[in-house]
Every structure is written in structure tokens, then in C-alpha cells.
């Protein structure tokens, strides 16, 4: 069983427009999420999270927006580099162990 | 800067051998973690560690084993590889406390022919 699904496996986005990417979840336990990067033939790399108790987490480009109720969050990127094309994997987190439960990822492709 | 490095980048063997995947990190992280990476299912936990010579087991150990006997140091083990063990196998840390955030190294592309 799923906790966390990442529904679309790519999506295709034109360089200087904004990427939606998309994560559900169906544990209400869940008190922390948080999204990665992966490059291919490299590790995921930290990209930004989101406490529970916020709906809004904003770095630069990035914002992660948090709907509790749906159990939805999404990763905003604006404006898209060519740099972003890469996989992107949410997850989370909701005991002490720190251990995460991640997405199937979503493999984005910025367009020139 | 975390550092997490991992013993080999490509790996080649032979069904039935036995082998061993190293993963080191320099920031005196109480927990490890074993991934593997598959096309389409994301991340599986194989096995974490919270400390020296603690282990349990994640989401699928079967085939898998650990050994943790130095704080920095987490080894995955395949007893005796098969072809579906084919992947890519990812290990990570994190400190106690507050921080969900992992630190991965660059991964291990392991074929098993």
C-alpha cells in the first residue's frame, strides 16, 4: 500500500514557465515532508520541506505548498531552468526513527 | 559540507556471489540507511541503523544484510546476488533529533548477470 504516490510519472514544462509538481498522501500521521532531486547516476540531493503545521515553505525558486485536509502537497518551480530537468521524489516523515517514505518520483522535462 | 561516500560507483557480478556495498559518512550521523532505487517504485528501505551495531529491518530485507560496526561506517551485504538484485542501491544518514533531512551518497549501479 502506497502511503505517498507521486501520480504522474514525467512531466514536460517550457524553460521560463512554472512546474506543478504533484504528491498525495493518505497517512494523516504524516507530520513532515519534504521534497529531492536526483540527477541521473547521482544521489537525491535536499531540496526544500514542510512542517505540518505550516501550508507554505518558499526558497528562491521554490515553494511547497501544503493542503492538509486533501492530503495534497505540491513543489512550485518559477520560472524553470534547463538545470531542473531531473527526477524529483516527494516524501514523509511521522515517527522518531527519522525514517521517510518517498513517492515513485516524477521525472521533469524542461523544454528550451 | 555532509559527506556520504560509497565504496564502488559500477559493479558487475555473477549470479550466487556474495557482496558487499560500503557507504561512509563524515558527520558523526547516528542513523544509516539502505535504499535501493528502482524505474517506477522510487526508494525501498532495505535496512537502518541507529547506531553501532543496531540494525532493523525496512520495507524489504529478504536476500539483504547488514553489518554497522563503527559509527561511520553501514555495509549492505547481498549473500548471494541475483539477477533481481539488479539496481541501484543508495545509502544515507541523518543526525538525532529534529532533522528528517538524509544525506545520500552518489549511489552504486549494481548489475547482476
Not at chain 1, 514544462?13 to 541521473?40: A, H
Not at chain 2, 558523526?28 to 525501498?44: A, T, V
Not at chain 2, 533481481?84 to 548489475?111: H, I, V
Request: net charge neutral; hydrophobic share 30%; aromatic share 12%.
Amino acid at each position: 500500500d502506497q502511503q505517498v504516490k507521486q501520480n504522474s510519472p514525467s512531466l514536460s514544462v517550457q524553460e521560463g514557465r512554472i512546474s506543478i509538481l504533484n504528491c498525495d498522501y493518505t497517512n494523516s500521521m504524516f507530520d513532515y515532508f519534504l521534497w529531492y532531486k536526483k540527477y541521473p547516476a547521482e544521489g537525491p540531493t535536499f531540496l526544500i520541506s514542510i512542517s505540518s503545521i505550516k501550508d507554505k515553505n518558499e526558497d528562491g525558486r521554490f515553494t511547497v505548498f501544503l493542503n492538509k485536509s486533501a492530503k495534497h502537497l505540491s513543489l512550485h518551480i518559477v520560472p524553470s531552468q534547463p538545470g531542473d530537468s531531473a527526477v524529483y521524489f516527494c516524501a514523509a516523515s511521522a515517527n522518531s526513527n527519522y525514517q521517510l517514505i518517498w513517492g515513485a518520483g516524477t521525472k521533469l522535462i524542461i523544454k528550451p | 559540507d555532509v559527506k556520504v561516500t560509497q565504496s564502488s560507483r559500477y559493479l558487475v557480478k555473477r549470479t550466487g556471489e556474495k557482496v558487499f556495498l560500503e557507504c561512509v559518512q563524515d558527520m558523526d550521523h547516528e542513523n544509516m540507511f539502505w535504499y535501493r532505487q528502482d524505474p517506477g517504485l522510487g526508494l525501498r528501505l532495505i535496512y537502518f541503523s541507529y547506531d553501532v551495531k543496531m540494525k532493523e529491518k525496512g520495507d524489504i530485507p529478504e536476500g539483504y544484510s547488514v553489518s554497522r560496526e563503527k559509527k561511520e561506517r553501514f555495509s549492505l551485504i547481498l549473500e548471494s546476488a541475483s539477477t533481481n538484485q539488479t539496481s541501484m542501491y543508495l545509502c544515507a544518514s541523518n543526525g538525532q533529533g529534529k532533522d528528517y533531512e538524509q544525506y545520500f551518497g552518489p549511489g552504486t549501479r549494481l548489475t547482476v548477470t
